[in-house]
């Protein structure tokens, strides 16, 4: 007997990671040193003071219960209070918030709330797959490519835009390309999703992975019909432990909500509780010393980075947001990222993220500045 997969599955390209994944394990097994700048994961631990929170939350057996599929009640006001104290946004936690497992899942899960089969969503290309994917595609909707250019700062050009589509996805600042939006740009975004009754979906999961004098906003601060996905994942280097959450129009939170009551049963009560800890840090607008402290980290690899890149002839901006540099290397990216991995080199190559991101390649600064540099020198010898 052989089994099919749903005709949506097969619309889903090859998982490109998975092969890059399945190359430097060969690498690997023939004991080639590998520097691995590819996957977007924090090396840096979570901050000792939540770690503890979690654990001496476990002890408490009514953490052990589900929890609520929106999000506890006290996780929600954190999330609330935050917004006020970080963005001056004022929110209702009964209406206008949800806690997620990550952001990546309500990405995926509001377009379950809003889309009908063969509607059309508009997603930025290159972009972090989840919107084209895992919420269009499996929507049974067709993604309609924005397309970003380097030379407008990875921005769209929001009068090229159809106005015939459900959704928009944006995201800044910006994986892959490190790019970031002025306040104009996103005040003209909304506007115009608003006056074209658009849906839009703003992914700030970088928002306090800013450098230098750049503050990332949130996209209500210039209006309240939108949904924006954040996370603990980058901010608290806390990817494993799945704490995300959602928040803006009141209707668009509702439907995300009831499309998770009917998927899974909410993120455990233990990590919920250390989110209130994180976010009980903030006391305003600027980074609290735990959240300052890995910024600065990955603000002297970027330094390191870009400097040894420019030395090698690579044409790269310093970005303002997001821990990846996104730069062109003047052929195909497969090609080049093959070419790196042989000297033990892993970078994700551009067209991992749409046809847009071709000829460039993603690092990832995950990597202490010591494996940075020998990681410049091989591909100086290379
Ligand atoms: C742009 C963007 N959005 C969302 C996510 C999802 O993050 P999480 O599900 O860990 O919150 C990621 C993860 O890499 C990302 O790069």
Known sequence: MSFEFADRLRKIPPYLFAEIEEKV?????????????????????????????????LDDPENHRYPSSGGERDTRVAIAEWYSRR??????PDREVAVLLGSKEGLANVARAFINPGDRVLCPNPAYPVYAQGATLLCDAEPVKVPLYEKDGFLPDLDALPADAKM???????????????????????RWCNETGTILCYDN???????????????????????????????????????????GDAKLIAGLKKVKSQIDSGAPKF???????????YTGRSRPKMVEDNVKV????????VRGLRELGYDIKLPKGTFYLFFGVGESSIEFANRMLEVGVVVT??????QNGEGFVRMALTQPVARLEEALERMRKA
């Not at 590819?38 to 090396?43: A, K, L, T, V, Y």
């Not at 963005?87 to 209702?92: A, I, N, P």
């Not at 928009?168 to 909304?190: E, H, V």
Request: glycine share 10%; charged share 25%; net charge negative.
């Open 25 to 57: 394990a060969k690498k690997k097994a023939e004991g080639l040193d590998i520097i691995d700048l590819g996957i977007g994961d924090p090396d840096l631990p979570t901050p000792q003071p939540l770690v503890d929170e979690i654990k001496r939350q």
């Open 349 to 354: 190559p551009g067209i991992g993220f749409g």
């Open 87 to 92: 963005f001056g946004v004022e929110l209702d």
């Open 271 to 281: 990590i919920q509780k250390a989110a209130n800890v994180a976010l009980g840090e």
């Open 168 to 190: 928009l996805y944006l995201n800044y600042p910006n994986n892959p390309t490190g790019a970031t939006a002025t306040p104009s740009f996103l005040k003209d975004a909304l």
């Open 205 to 247: 999961a970088y928002s306090e992975m800013t450098f230098d004098d750049y503050v990332a906003p949130s996209i209500l601060e210039f209006g309240r019909q939108a949904i924006e996905f954040g996370s603990l994942s980058k901010t608290f280097n806390m990817t494993g432990y799945r704490l995300g959450y959602a928040v």
């Open 298 to 305: 990955y603000k002297e690899r970027r330094d390191v980075m």
